[in-house]
């Protein structure tokens, strides 16, 4: 059922397509911008290193993460699909989980992104909202919210990276390659420079 109360509720069985951030120096000025709010900056780096849903890593616990290391892996259980996935800690991901957790001193038992509403963690819509202002804080263009930080890291395995769909496919536990061509909103113009490139 619909939300009446917000006229953008997109109709059952539709969504609204959000954005990946497209740009090293875009995600750099949010990092920056997040530099005295060490939860929010945490979860940003978390967020577009990882390819999880935003959904999964909000249950996280400071017990389920602490004492990891670089090149460390925990494992998950998909909210979504109940499939099981990896949490990576590459260097980005580590360096802001240590400076969060010297600042904040929580608790194991504390939920890792917890609301300062309370011992609850931060909601999706929290994290929706939060996307918006970081981006609009920087003057981006475009449509973001909790669903970019997955798309960013989608985003810049293939054009960056050159990882194949059906590797980042595998990641997001997608049904088909196509599903995540579609998903990372892979423009046009990005396939056109890509048939550029020469071969031979």
């Keep these: 059922m619909n939300d009446i109360r917000n006229p953008n509720h997109p109709k059952k069985g539709s969504s609204i397509r959000v954005d990946p951030i497209r740009s090293k120096k875009d995600i750099k000025a949010i990092t920056k911008l997040l ?32 004492g990891l290391k670089v090149g460390d892996t925990l494992t998950i259980r998909e ?16 360096e802001a989980l240590k ?3 010297d600042f904040k ?15 609850g963690p931060l909601t999706i819509q929290a994290v929706n909202n939060k996307v918006k202002q970081w981006t609009a ?29 059906e590797l980042i496919c595998k990641r997001f536990n997608h049904s088909s390659p196509a599903i995540t061509m579609r998903y990372l909103g892979i423009e046009d113009k990005e396939v056109h420079d890509l048939m550029l490139n020469e071969v031979g």
């Design 137 to 165: 804080a920087i003057n981006l263009k475009g449509n973001y919210g909790a669903h970019s930080l997955r798309k960013t890291w989608g985003y810049f395995q293939r054009t960056v990276y050159g990882v194949g769909f």
């Design 35 to 66: 530099s005295d709010n060490p939860r929010d900056r945490l979860l940003f780096i978390m967020g577009i290193n990882n390819g999880l849903r935003v959904g999964d890593l909000l249950k996280l616990r400071v017990s389920d993460v602490r």
């Design 105 to 119: 001193k929580p608790a194991d038992e504390d939920y890792l992104f917890e609301s300062r509403k309370g011992k």
């Design 79 to 94: 909210g979504k699909t109940g499939k099981q996935n990896v949490l990576v800690i590459n260097k980005p991901v580590y």
């Design 99 to 101: 400076t969060y957790l």
